[in-house]
């Protein structure tokens, strides 16, 4: 592909930062996204179609003379719209539908890892409730449930004791909380230590790896109360050493990609590495198969070289001579919500401030949950926009976003106020 038209599929706001970097590439011709949102429709063409309708999308494809499909969300993924397209000669960006079990299936993580001896919490696959009651004996007091399938980000359940994960483990069987998702469940160990988040960049034989990021998934500050879809991230996090990141590559990155392959699940695509720096080394809390949200808004604004260009590299398999340049600056997001979230909120609101507002290099609104009605820019979602700041330190960074975001509103905007808070403190664990 010398110069082509590309295809993004989602809406959030990962979806606007990988759109925000492709549209500076000089290999791009025209750039288009399904279904978009009101930030991404200025940078891209839209069209509204099912991210799960892909004979509609192969069609629009071939319309629109696309060269090139890249993937945001997991669900495509896991749907396996990767097989289809590349049966129809469609280049596409991601992992197989055998590949992405990687996080569509946590019990295939999870043997794949015990297999290939990639670190991670001990943990028992269960398929009834009989069996999972039976099992708990097996672990300390503390201990994580969580639903093997896709659950939204749900499906993750920590249990203070015995008799709380007995309750969630009835409620997921007897009520099927999770549908399909929760007919197999993972019991694990309860760890502790910081999280870190690494993106891995593959062809399923060489990858590169972007900067590491650290992810706010609670609702407050101070990591309390409930999970999100996440609050805020920064990166680089200064835990993530040379060292740690050589350990990172060498007993969970590269062995995971080549374990795929031997499996006959080559990984093409990115590999998002959930990780915990425990006191007994670093260990996988979970894989993705995409980028994370929101931590793409901060580790896109760092990459210097051409997205698309790596893009191209891992699709085509040429990973291996690519070399990738960061910007060595330091990056932050803070995610502005709907008062509610994660739980019900309102949509509709009136969104002021950003009338005039251009993105920068600096200072980038990512748009999420946003819509156009009769005008007006209005929330439409739970996370309604993430705002990054890129800088020489991080603190510089946070400060930018913080003062632009006095200047947005709408009614009940939420958001934390101590994101990169870990960082700053210089905490360790
Ligand atoms: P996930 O939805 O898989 O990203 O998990 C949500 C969060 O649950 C993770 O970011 C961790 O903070 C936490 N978590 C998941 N598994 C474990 C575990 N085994 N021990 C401690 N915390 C965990
Ligand atoms: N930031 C968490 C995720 O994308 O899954």
Redesign the pocket.
């Known amino acids: 592909m010398k110069q082509g038209n590309v295809l993004i599929l989602g809406s959030g706001g990962r979806e606007h930062a990988i759109a925000h970097s492709l549209s500076k590439s000089p290999l791009l011709k025209k750039l288009f996204c399904i279904p978009a949102n009101p930030g991404i429709a200025e940078l891209c063409q839209t069209d509204k179609i099912s991210l799960s309708d892909f004979e509609a999308l192969a069609t629009f494809c071939e319309k629109e003379k696309i060269d090139l499909v890249v993937v945001g969300p997991e669900q495509p993924l896991a749907e396996g719209i990767v097989d289809f397209f590349t049966q129809k000669n469609i280049l596409i960006f991601g992992p197989s539908q055998k590949a992405a079990r990687i996080e569509s299936s946590k019990a295939f993580a999870k043997n794949l890892m015990a297999k290939y001896k990639i670190p991670t919490?001990s943990y028992k696959i269960c398929n009834s409730k009989k069996q999972a009651l039976q099992e708990l004996s097996g672990f300390n007091e503390k201990l994580?449930v969580?639903a093997s399938g896709l659950a939204a980000?749900k499906?993750?359940i920590?249990c203070e004791n015995h008799n709380e994960a007995k309750n969630v483990i009835s409620e997921i069987f007897n009520t099927n909380k999770f549908g399909l998702a929760g007919k197999e469940i993972v019991l694990?160990?309860?760890?502790?230590g910081e999280?870190i988040s690494v993106f891995a960049f593959t062809d399923g034989k060489s990858y590169v790896l972007l900067s590491s990021a650290q992810?706010h998934?609670r609702i407050l500050e101070g990591d309390k109360g409930a999970?999100t879809g996440g609050m805020g991230a920064y990166s680089p996090v200064p835990v993530a050493t040379k060292e740690v990141l050589k350990e990172i590559k060498d007993k969970i990155i590269q062995p995971t990609i080549s374990a795929l392959a031997n499996e006959g699940s080559v990984y093409k695509g990115v590999l998002y590495a959930?990780l915990?720096l425990t006191k007994n080394g670093i260990k996988v809390?979970?894989f993705n198969c995409r980028l994370g949200d929101p931590e793409t808004q901060v580790v896109l604004p760092l990459v210097k070289s051409d997205l698309l260009e790596l893009i191209l590299a891992c699709v085509q398999g040429n990973v291996k001579n690519y070399k990738l340049e960061l910007s060595g600056k330091f990056a932050s997001t803070v995610v502005l919500a709907s008062k509610g979230y994660p739980e019900i909120y309102e949509k509709g609101k009136i969104i002021n401030g950003l009338q005039n507002f251009k993105n920068s290099d600096e200072l980038i609104i990512f748009h999420a949950g946003t819509k156009i009605v009769d005008g007006n820019l209005v929330t439409n979602g739970g996370r309604v926009f993430s705002i990054t700041g890129v800088s020489e330190n991080l603190q510089k960074s946070l400060d930018l976003v913080y003062k632009k975001i006095e200047e947005i509103g709408f009614d009940g905007k939420i958001f934390r106020k101590d994101i990169g808070y870990r960082a700053l403190k210089g905490e360790k664990t």
């Open positions: 919490a994580v969580k980000g499906g993750v920590i694990e160990e309860f760890m502790e999280e992810d998934k999970n959930g915990m809390v979970e």
